[in-house]
C-alpha cells in the first residue's frame, strides 16, 4: 500500500521560514512527479509545487515562486519543501501527492493518485 | 490559465437522492487530463475520476463522471451517508501544471 506522511508544520513568523517533509513508502518513489497541494482555512484546494521523479524539473504556483522551493531525495523516499519569506496567506494544511500517469493507445492521463493526510502551517506574528 | 468553475457552490440533498455536480472549464481541455476528488476535514484527498469518466480502483459505481471539451459532469446516483463532503474538479495543464475548481459542498438536507 502506497503511503505518504507530511511532516514539519507548525507555527511561524511572518518572514521566517519553515520546512516541510514528506515521507513515501510503498512505491518506487523515483518513478513518479509528486506535488504540494494546500487548503487555506475555509478555502478549497490550491496546487503549490509539483517536481519529476528524476527532480530534474520543479514547477511552482505564481503565488509561491521565488519563495518555495520543492526537492527530493530519492535514495530516502522522500519530498521537500523549503518555504521561505512566509506570508499570513501561506497558513494552511500542506499536502503531499502522488502525481499519477497513464498512456492508454494515444491517450495520456494524468491525475493525483495517492495524498497524504496534511500537515498544517501557521504563519502569525 | 484555464479557470474551473464548479456549481451548484453547496448541494443540500437527502440520503438516496442524486446529485449532479457540475465543472465547467473556461476553454476546452482534454477530457483525459480532467480528475474529481472527495475531500472531507481532517481527511486526505480522495481520488475520484480520472480522465472524466474512469472509476478509480474500488470507487462504488454509484459514482459516475461524464462530459468533454468545457463541460463535465460528477453524478452520485443515490447518495450515502458517506457520501457527504467536498467535491473537486481538477486539470492537468501547463502553466500552471493542475487547476481546481473552488469545490461544491454535498451537505446532509
Known amino acids: 500500500e502506497v503511503q505518504l506522511l507530511e511532516s514539519g508544520g507548525g507555527l511561524e513568523q511572518p518572514g521566517r521560514s519553515l520546512r516541510l517533509s514528506c515521507a513515501a513508502s510503498?512505491?518506487?518513489?523515483?518513478?513518479?512527479?509528486m506535488s504540494w497541494v494546500r487548503q487555506a482555512p475555509g478555502k478549497g484546494l490550491e496546487w503549490v509545487s509539483g517536481?519529476?521523479?528524476?527532480?530534474?524539473?520543479?514547477f511552482y504556483a505564481d503565488s509561491v515562486k521565488g519563495r518555495f522551493t520543492i526537492s527530493r531525495d530519492n535514495s530516502r523516499n522522500t519530498l521537500s519543501l523549503q518555504m521561505n519569506s512566509l506570508r499570513g496567506e501561506d497558513t494552511a494544511i500542506y499536502y503531499c501527492?502522488?502525481?499519477?500517469?497513464?498512456?492508454?493507445?494515444?491517450?495520456?492521463?494524468?491525475?493525483?493518485?495517492?495524498w497524504g493526510k496534511g500537515t498544517t502551517v501557521t504563519v502569525s506574528s | 490559465e484555464i479557470v474551473l468553475t464548479q456549481s451548484p457552490g453547496t448541494l443540500s440533498l437527502s440520503p438516496g437522492e442524486r446529485a449532479t455536480l457540475s465543472c465547467r472549464a473556461s476553454?476546452?481541455?482534454?477530457?483525459?487530463?480532467l480528475a474529481w476528488y472527495q475531500h472531507k476535514p481532517g481527511q486526505a484527498p480522495r481520488l475520484l475520476i480520472y480522465?472524466?469518466?474512469s472509476r478509480a480502483t474500488g470507487l462504488p459505481d454509484r459514482f459516475s463522471g461524464s462530459g468533454s471539451g468545457t463541460d463535465f459532469t460528477l453524478t452520485i446516483s443515490r447518495l450515502e451517508p458517506e457520501d457527504f463532503a467536498v467535491y473537486y474538479c481538477?486539470?492537468?495543464?501547463?502553466?500552471?501544471?493542475?487547476?481546481f475548481g473552488q469545490g461544491t459542498k454535498v451537505e446532509i438536507k
Open positions: 476553454e476546452s481541455i482534454r477530457s483525459s487530463y
Open positions: 517536481i519529476s521523479g528524476s527532480g530534474g524539473g520543479t
Open positions: 510503498g512505491l518506487s518513489f523515483s518513478n513518479y512527479a
Open positions: 481538477q486539470q492537468y495543464g501547463t502553466s500552471p501544471r493542475w487547476t
Open positions: 480522465g472524466a469518466s
Open positions: 501527492a502522488k502525481e499519477a500517469y497513464r498512456g492508454v493507445g494515444p491517450t495520456d492521463y494524468y491525475y493525483m493518485d495517492v
